[in-house]
């Protein structure tokens, strides 16, 4: 329906009302803040880096707006920065054309590579990046198999299957009640709550949308305003309020839209915390030789269904001091036997076997007891638990599911699982990935990527030095602030092509172009052109190394040249020519060889002249001159360029023809 210019005025200033008294939020709000400052530099400049931070440890509002009205997606799309526009659209920016902002930055976009990403990214994934989470909620509703529900709510005519872990996070009444007992599996309606009301209700607690339609009506018992009434109750007794305001509010779009966003926010926090304050703080750390021991009733206080189990690995291990008993597999052991009493854990025999020597390194085991329901996240899990694996049938104690990867690495997939946010430290985003590719887990497989390669995106050094190399190991680049942290490309690299994840070989090709000189002569290099080779089945000798050839390309634009670019041939003539002069010294010295005292007065002559060569390169390089990276002097840094250019790509054919590879 198109409005009358005096309906859209007063439609504009309702909203301008409605945010001005703080109901409804400005999608792109003004935003001073330091922390946005850095974000919308850091969109201009390209850095990757800044920008993951920013957005992951910071949480600066990628939608905010700076104080000459440009948002970061703006910005990124008309500085032309392809993968930052992408980081942006993959953390939550929204880009919806049919608004001033979402039009900007389409018609801004500095090429069609960035527009034509713009375009076609899913604006419903973009604008509700929780919208995968809050669905797995939802969906536990409808899910009949596996079967993950431990509580059943019971009407007149209908029957609810829930989870005692998620009412306990959302609703304060259920923690009141489910935490006095905790044993509780049935529940039963007031007969007076209309069945309609309560599955609203439940829906909402699930974090599901408010139905248009409250049902209600002929035929189902329960006028269309009892329903409403019911729902008003139920939002009291439940102790949920913004269910109830959410209702009334249904009929505005745009609140709806925002009220939809800030409580499924608001659930994802309410789970994260219970989560934290439940699993977390009841793992049980033990020695790996006992962990099989432990048994974990069924009806504990944080209804937990299973236990994951991650090992440390062998050399973490510590030893114990020779004639020391060993101590209680809890973390706090005075408190075990209490522990024990009030979540329902009856322990195994803890004597430590009389074989095992006490001077070894004793390996620790850390257990998690977690909800079934959210481990169907994975793919793995979904499988695992709906097949006729063990670990799929009853048992009267909890199931203990070894998971091979630490304990650090499995605190970060739980987080994830259980509230859609991890932050993945550099030092174990490679371990990260290999976990989550190994659980099935493609979204938290893309996160830990993209730390890796945001944290060396290429804007580095275009000379790197052997001095810079640690073993195949650089430090994270960022200036002073930079980390500490270091990354191993070669195992970056490697992961890539074991986990398929593209992201990761086209930032280490990328990565190893940009400091080639400090890797060509690396054995481990050569390893690895090997292995890209390799990794071509039944290869012919005129098939390309697909490492080579990204490695060429980025080459190529490290010194922003292309093999049709003109001149080339010119400057390398004219840095011949330098060399002959500077070579003339040492053709003299050959020739003093020869003639007795007729040479060693030419060898003096040649010394002499060498000494006065000194200063003039001096006076070269304080000119503007720069070496390059076979030690001559070149011009200035474009024919420097040009000429370490084909000193880098002679040294990747002389490479292959070691190697007799013809790519």
Known sequence: MILRKDQLEASLHEE????????LK??????????????CEACRRGDLKVCQEMITTEGANINARDQFDYTPLILASLCGHYEVVQLLLESGALCERDTFQGERCLYNALNDRIRNLLLSYDYSKSSDPLQPFAAHITSLLTKEHPQTSDILVTSADRAFNLHK????????????????????????????????????????????????????????????????EGV??????????????????????????????EEVERGRNQIEAWFRNNVMKHKIVIESCMANNIQWDRDNAIFADVLLRADDSAEEGTPLPSGTETPPSIDNPSDHESNAISLGIPVGPLSQPSSINESAPTRQSTLYPVHRAMLLRSEYFLTMFSSSFLEAQPSPHLLIVPIDCSPAVLEIILTYLYSENAIIPLSLAVDVLFAADLLLIEKLKIKAAVVIST???????????????????IATLGGEDADTDEVDIYDVLRAGWLTRVPRLETFAARFLAYRLEAYIDDEEFTELIRESAARIKARQETDSIELVDDIRFYLSERFRLRFEDAGIEEMMDEEEETGRVNGESSTVEGEAKEGGEEGRNVEKNASHSAELMVPDMEAQMASGAVRTLDGEIAGDEFASDAINYQILLGKIDTLLERLKLDA
């Open 165 to 228: 872990f998620v009412l306990s996070a959302r609703s304060p009444y259920f923690r009141k009640k489910l935490g006095h007992a905790p044993d509780t599996t049935t529940w039963k309606l007031p007969p007076t709550i209309p069945p309609q009301a309560f599955d609203i209700a439940i829906r909402y607690v699930y974090l599901g949308e408010i139905p248009n339609d409250v049902g209600g009506g002929s035929g189902t018992g329960f006028t269309e305003e009892e329903v409403l």
């Open 26 to 39: 400005e999608d792109s709000p003004l935003d001073l803040s330091a922390s946005f400052g850095k974000l």
């Open 232 to 261: 008003e109750k139920i939002s009291k007794y439940l102790e949920i309020p913004s269910l109830w305001e959410g209702i009334l509010e249904s009929s505005d779009r745009r609140l709806a839209r925002q009220n939809r966003t």
């Open 16 to 23: 301008k009302k409605l945010i001005e008294n703080g109901r």
């Open 455 to 473: 944290l060396g995106n290429g804007s580095m050094p275009q000379h790197a030095t052997v001095a810079n190399l640690n073993n195949g190991k």
